[in-house]
């Protein structure tokens, strides 16, 4: 069964503290790994896509990084306002309609 | 660009009648879109994959009938939740795949229906 599965739930920080989210995935062939971030009350807003092993993407503090078996989101030197959950999504290869399996999600929550 | 918008943003409805969610795809064209719920706390659960001219495929487990999907062009998709009942509160959100985009999904903002 394809799974996603995130960790830690929540991670708390000090401002200028770095870290990464972890994002494991079991899937039947992956087409994509996607990155959002949800702020409460609002939809969420993409941030990466990863397609092969040993790829990287980086958006201002933000670095995603792509193996076989997961992902990781870095973050450096997080600012208050990264505060939010940041979900993990994966397409399978088999779904040609482009139905996403999400992760549960990490709150993360930078303190000043 | 890829800009989802949904209206109405929020909507408080009486316990029996039916309400209609609107996800526009504001600068591309959108073949495919989908329709989420979220419970507070939780993520995303998929209820329906809404494919332009053709009938809506829905999650296990999601009543077809309580929950009508149109999508009638390639940057407007609507649900309509009859006959709410307080159960079905909760935040709805749409998405939409941009071919244009390699595959990627863009969210609208989100819908919070409240059913009294």
């Known amino acids: 069964e394809d799974q996603v599965t995130q960790s830690p739930e929540a991670l708390r920080l000090q401002e200028g503290e770095s870290s990464s989210l972890n994002c494991s995935y079991t899937?039947?062939?992956?087409?994509?790994l996607f990155w959002y971030r949800q702020d409460p009350g609002k939809g969420p807003e993409f941030l990466f896509t990863?397609?092969?092993a040993g790829e990287e993407k980086e958006k201002e503090r933000l670095k995603a990084t792509l193996t076989k078996k997961e992902s990781f989101l870095h973050i450096t030197a997080p600012k208050p306002e990264d505060s939010a959950t940041y979900l993990c999504?994966?397409?399978?290869?088999?779904?040609?309609?482009?139905?996403?399996?999400f992760g549960q999600g990490t709150e993360l929550s930078v303190k000043p | 660009g890829a800009v989802v918008s949904q209206h109405p943003s929020w909507v408080i409805c009486k316990s029996g009648t039916s309400v209609k969610i609107e996800c526009r795809s504001l600068?591309?064209?959108?073949?495919?879109m989908f329709w989420y719920r979220q419970f507070p706390k939780q993520s995303l659960m998929l209820m329906a994959t809404?494919?332009?001219?053709?009938?809506?495929?829905?999650e296990q487990g999601v009543e077809k009938d309580k929950f009508l999907i149109n999508h009638a062009s390639l940057t407007l998709s609507t649900l309509t939740v009859t006959s709410a009942h307080p159960e079905d509160s909760s935040f709805y959100i749409c998405?939409?795949?941009?071919?244009?985009?390699?595959?990627?999904?863009?969210f609208g903002p989100g819908t919070r229906l409240t059913v009294l």
């Open positions: 899937v039947s062939g992956l087409r994509g």
């Open positions: 600068d591309f064209q959108a073949t495919t």
């Open positions: 990863l397609y092969s």
């Open positions: 809404s494919n332009e001219g053709s009938k809506a495929t829905y």
């Open positions: 999504a994966v397409q399978a290869s088999y779904n040609q309609g482009g139905k996403l399996i």
């Open positions: 998405s939409a795949r941009d071919l244009g985009h390699y595959n990627e999904q863009f």
